[in-house]
């Protein structure tokens, strides 16, 4: 691949159906699909599936400390969902579109298969062995996704779901944000991925220090900054203010914060380690794909795996949890072992996130957003469905 350059990282105001002079969207210019985001979104489930197969404990010996190796900062990839989540949603923002719309369209993109996977998650904690048993309240804060509010019970039945909870906050906040962008323009938005950024070294700081009574990993609140960042990049694409660094370039600095991350203190901090990375990989991805540049991530097999991601990471982890009954806790196996049997476990998860994208997540997301009649009888037309849609951030275990 060729590195873009800083010259090429403009995004021309017609390409993105925005007067750059201006700084306000064109309500009838459509913003084009950017399919590496997708293909991305698939490397990062991938790396959370490693972090997991890892804590699991399927190798031992030198092939566990390998693995550990490769995939012991895995929970990073709930930053880069974070950010990714915040540029998708920015960029396909609508001009004139109402709150309550926006909130229809999410619900329908993930509570289908929150819904499901709870639903399996639950059942397991009765049927099998291993499996903490909810108590009834928190399996309400889980359906309502409030549960990664209180920190007792952010991984309790489907312990993935913690980053909807987050999701869903951000969701909630989005509306206010999309208005605050398009007031401030570049400069205020730059100011405010500032701003955001400073929040995260403060927090990061705070939680390595034990300024707080409990970790703020999985604390929405806490989460929001990287949210924000991904909205700013990509308001500053729209408008053709993104000065970045090209793909290539991008890549190589996440992948450097990716393995500093054992050198802070786990949890919160490791947020600091890869946020530059993944704030400039995002939307050098998006400028690839606006001027028609080399990415690898743009592949139609990628783009496809891109698809299934969400339903991967919301089932993944009940399989590898359901396979602590015939593997026992941290097998510790050697290699071949090892290897055949995170084959097998990769294989289902993939089977089944398959499933859950062709019978439940598509389906129901077309029932949700199906038209309606008016009062007068006539018909509203369907919400479309952006093509880049955003999946939630993946957890630990």
Request: hydrophobic share 50%; proline share 7%; aromatic share 12%.
């Amino acid at each position: 691949m060729t590195t873009a350059t800083t010259r090429t990282n403009r995004t021309p105001p017609a390409q993105t159906g925005t007067t750059a002079a201006s700084g306000r969207s064109s309500p009838s210019a459509a913003l084009p699909s950017l399919p590496s985001l997708t293909g991305l979104r698939w490397m990062a489930a991938l790396l959370v599936f490693g972090l997991h197969v890892n804590n699991f404990g399927y190798f031992g010996g030198g092939a566990g400390r390998i693995v550990f190796w490769g995939f012991g900062a895995g929970a990073t990839g709930v930053s880069f969902f974070f950010v990714l989540s915040g540029f998708v949603l920015t960029w396909s923002a609508r001009p004139r579109d109402r709150a309550l719309a926006f909130w229809r369209r999410r619900i329908a993109r993930v509570y289908p298969v929150h819904l499901v996977t709870l639903v399996v998650a639950l059942l397991m904690t009765y049927t099998l062995a291993h499996q903490g048993n909810p108590t009834p309240k928190q399996t309400v804060a889980n359906v309502l996704l409030l549960h990664s509010w209180w920190r007792p019970w952010w991984q309790t039945l489907n312990p993935v779901s913690w980053s909807l909870a987050c999701e869903a906050f951000f969701y909630a906040s989005f509306p206010l944000l999309i208005l605050l962008l398009r007031r401030l323009g570049a400069r205020g938005s730059t100011a405010l991925g500032g701003v955001s950024v400073a929040a995260v070294l403060v927090l990061a700081w705070a939680d390595a220090h034990h300024w707080m009574t409990q970790s703020v990993y999985s604390f929405p609140a806490a989460r929001l900054p990287e949210f924000v960042l991904g909205a700013v990049t990509a308001r500053l694409v729209v408008l053709g203010r993104w000065r970045g660094p090209g793909l290539e370039a991008s890549l190589a600095l996440a992948i450097i914060g990716y393995f500093l991350v054992p050198q802070v203190t786990p949890g919160y901090s490791a947020t600091v380690c890869t946020l530059a990375g993944f704030t400039v990989l995002i939307p050098a991805a998006a400028v690839a794909d606006l001027h028609g540049l080399p990415s690898l991530w743009r592949h139609r097999r990628l783009v496809r795996l891109g698809e299934l991601s969400f339903a991967f990471y919301m089932v993944h982890l009940l399989v590898l949890r359901a396979g602590t009954n015939l593997l026992g806790t941290k097998p510790q196996f050697g290699v071949l072992t090892g290897a055949a049997v995170t084959a097998v476990a990769f294989s289902l998860s993939l089977g089944l996130s398959w499933v859950l994208y062709e019978a439940v997540e598509r389906p129901a997301r077309r029932l949700l957003l199906r038209r309606r009649r008016t009062g007068g009888g006539s018909e509203q037309q369907p919400e479309p469905v952006p093509s880049n849609r955003e999946a939630p951030a993946p957890a630990r275990d």
